[in-house]
């Protein structure tokens, strides 16, 4: 019979953390089990420390708070055409809650427990996607639909007559910002007009 | 009127000084929070934050991250920003960036530090034919002869219609 050693020589608490993984992955291996879904093992069946972020799909706009917080990468954020695609690679997470607790949209938890198929294909599992937003002008994808109508209801929520001599609906930041540059081109050629008539 | 960096339309050639000289002071960063912008090949423009009297990114901060100073100055706290990117959203002008490196927003301070030490704005200093000028437009309009300020300093009106958003 084929025998398969696997090391579990613990000297700290992070190495514990691998050395389970390494068991659960031998196993795995052993029994040639290939996931296909999300395995998750229930927080009774686990130790303490261990969870992953989870998503709610209704509450999620799309915007970079909990990738750009999470210090171990374990969220994902890929754009793929005209999705914005979140994935969690929850072997990875270490519980510290950042993101539960800086999501402006209250739309992630941890739940304890242990998910094992990120760990064994080695991928991040897609939480959800997003449509997104395309640029006017540019027709690049800049930021996630259900992102823009969130900011821009807020901006019209606390700003009351809001002047801007810009059209900037629809468009990315750097088109928005050609949008000014093409805007003072044309004053600037008016004024230079009325200089030349001697009016000025 | 707050003091504000202003720029003088017929001046400006694009040489992006302003935009090397940004990313310098504020390092480690290295991203310039000036924008240099050439129309059709011959308009150079160089924007940054208009610092607005109502700014749309103020209010869209969750983190309470953006605040406007006494002096006019809308600061971001690098400390409470989570990097959502709504105010790279909400910025009409797009003016505010996210850092991929930091992770959090930035745009322009006006310099804060120095302004502190009583230096004008990196970008004014720098700009080698006086296309960026630092200070209150009302007295800028009234330093330059008549002449000059009807010339150059109409860009006032235009600053005042295009870089504010409600009295600016």
Not at chain 1, 59 to 88: H, M, S, W
Not at chain 2, 125 to 135: D, K, M, P, T, W
């Amino acid at each position: 019979m084929n025998r398969k050693l696997v090391d579990l020589t613990i000297t700290d608490e992070s190495h514990k953390k691998q050395a389970i993984y390494t068991v659960l992955k031998a196993l795995a291996e052993a029994v040639g089990y290939q996931p296909t879904e999300p395995f998750i093992i229930p927080a009774e069946e686990t130790m303490e420390g261990y969870g992953f972020p989870i998503r709610d799909p209704d509450k999620c706009i799309g915007c970079y708070a909990c990738y750009n917080i999470c210090p171990e990468q374990v969220i994902t954020l890929e754009d793929i055409e005209n999705r914005r695609v979140f994935g969690t690679l929850s072997h990875a997470c270490v519980v510290c809650n950042k993101c539960q607790e800086l999501c402006p949209q209250e739309a992630i938890e941890i739940v304890p427990g242990f998910e094992l198929m990120a760990y064994l294909t080695q991928t991040p599992i897609e939480d959800i996607n997003l449509e997104l937003q395309q640029c006017e002008k540019c027709h690049s994808y800049f930021a996630a639909s259900k992102h823009v109508e969130f900011v821009e209801e807020k901006v019209q929520n606390s700003i009351q007559d809001l002047h801007i001599p810009v059209e900037q609906h629809g468009l990315c930041p750097e088109c928005r910002r050609k949008q000014i540059a093409q805007k003072m081109q044309s004053k600037w050629l008016e004024q230079a007009a009325l200089f030349m008539k001697g009016g000025g | 009127m707050p003091n504000k960096v202003y720029f003088v339309l017929n001046r400006c050639l694009g040489c992006e000084e302003c935009q090397r000289v940004c990313a310098k002071v504020h390092n480690p960063d290295h991203i310039s929070r000036n924008f240099v912008l050439t129309v059709n090949d011959f308009f150079s423009f160089s924007l940054r934050c208009a610092h607005c009297s109502e700014p749309s990114c103020l209010p869209v901060c969750d983190q309470k991250a953006i605040s406007k100073t006494e002096d006019g100055i809308v600061l971001i706290d690098v400390e409470k920003c989570n990097g959502c990117g709504n105010c790279v959203v909400a910025c009409p002008f797009g003016m505010i960036q996210l850092d991929s490196d930091s992770k959090k927003a930035v745009k322009c301070d006006m310099c804060i530090d120095r302004l502190k030490e009583g230096k004008e704005p990196a970008c004014v200093e720098n700009c080698a034919l006086s296309a960026l000028i630092y200070g209150d437009l009302e007295e800028l309009e009234s330093e330059h002869d008549k002449e000059i300020a009807r010339k150059i300093l109409k860009v006032g009106d235009l600053l005042r219609e295009i870089l504010a958003t409600k009295e600016g």
